[in-house]
Structures are given as structure tokens and as C-alpha cells.
């Protein structure tokens, strides 16, 4: 058993709780050591780059103006967009695609993201799914076709996790 006493001096009972504490704080030593080791190995790896949002709705837009960066730690993946939608009357779901990593998502689960700013005022947020195609929804959840989009530009943040 230890004792403190002023000015602060600890003494023991016996070598064996001098042992145990020792044992107790190489075990929290190591864990925090993995826990560092994990962390910079993480951080090591990290990657960051171009990307290029594409017309996935099937309608076979092109976008004059798009360009998309990303960073990916371990294994998540941030990555921001701008496209400027092309004119057009087609009334096909808003899809993109083109993101820089293949997602790992189980069946049926969508990572999201959020528009940070359009000219077209009913894009509200967007949904990623498991093949990693963006579309962009309206605050109630409805999908939002290519025509409303048509000649407003996307500002975007896109976050999943992918196995890469």
C-alpha cells in the first residue's frame, strides 16, 4: 500500500505494489503508443488530389465548367466539387459520379454530404449511394431532375468511407 506524505513523498508497503503499478502503467504506455502508431500511419498515408464530377443522370451532359479536389485519411474521404449545369429540358434524376475512391458500404446504406451553395434554391443536400453515384435532393428528400439544375452551378462536399 502506498503512502503520500508531506512534502510529498511516496512510500511503499512492499515491492509487489511497486511491481503492479509498473506492470499497470506499461500496459496504458502501450496502448497509447499503438494508439499514436495508428494515428500517424493514418495521417502518413494521407492522400489529397484532383477529381472530375461527370453526368451520370444518363442524359449525357457535359459540364464546361467542373473541378473537384479531395483528401482521404485512412480510410475516409472528403471530397468538394463545383459544376455549372450545361442548359437543358431534361427531366432525368440529377446523378454524378466520378468520385476518386470506390466506396465500402454495405447494401442499402448512403453516406451523404452538403451543398454548400447553388443559384438553384430547392438543392438542399445530397445522398451517396452504393455505387457511389451523388445525387443531389431537396430538403423533404425528393430527388431533383437535370432540368432544375439546368444553368445553375453546385457547390459540394461529398463524405464516405471507402476500403482503398
Do not use: C
Not at 27 to 40: A, F, G, M, P
Not at 132 to 148: F, K, R, S
Request: no cysteine; charged share 15%.
Amino acid at each position: 500500500m502506498a503512502r503520500i506524505s508531506k512534502p510529498y513523498q511516496i512510500s511503499w508497503d512492499n515491492a509487489k505494489d511497486i511491481e503492479e503499478i509498473n506492470r499497470k502503467l506499461s500496459l496504458q504506455l502501450n496502448r497509447i503508443d499503438d494508439s499514436l502508431v495508428k494515428l500517424y500511419n493514418n495521417v502518413a498515408q494521407a492522400q489529397d488530389g484532383e477529381w472530375t464530377p461527370i453526368d451520370q443522370s444518363g442524359a449525357g451532359l457535359v459540364f464546361a465548367n467542373r473541378v473537384g479536389h479531395y483528401f482521404k485519411i485512412g480510410s475516409i474521404v472528403v471530397a468538394t466539387a463545383y459544376v455549372l449545369f450545361p442548359t437543358t429540358a431534361d427531366a432525368s434524376t440529377s446523378m454524378l459520379g466520378g468520385l476518386p475512391f470506390t466506396q465500402n458500404l454495405p447494401d442499402n446504406i448512403k453516406f451523404g454530404g452538403f451543398i454548400l451553395s447553388t443559384s438553384e434554391a430547392t438543392a438542399a443536400s445530397m445522398l451517396i449511394s452504393t455505387v457511389g453515384l451523388i445525387q443531389p435532393i431537396t430538403t423533404a428528400g425528393a430527388v431533383i431532375t437535370n432540368a432544375t439544375l439546368s444553368t445553375d452551378s453546385l457547390y459540394f462536399t461529398a463524405i464516405y468511407r471507402t476500403a482503398e
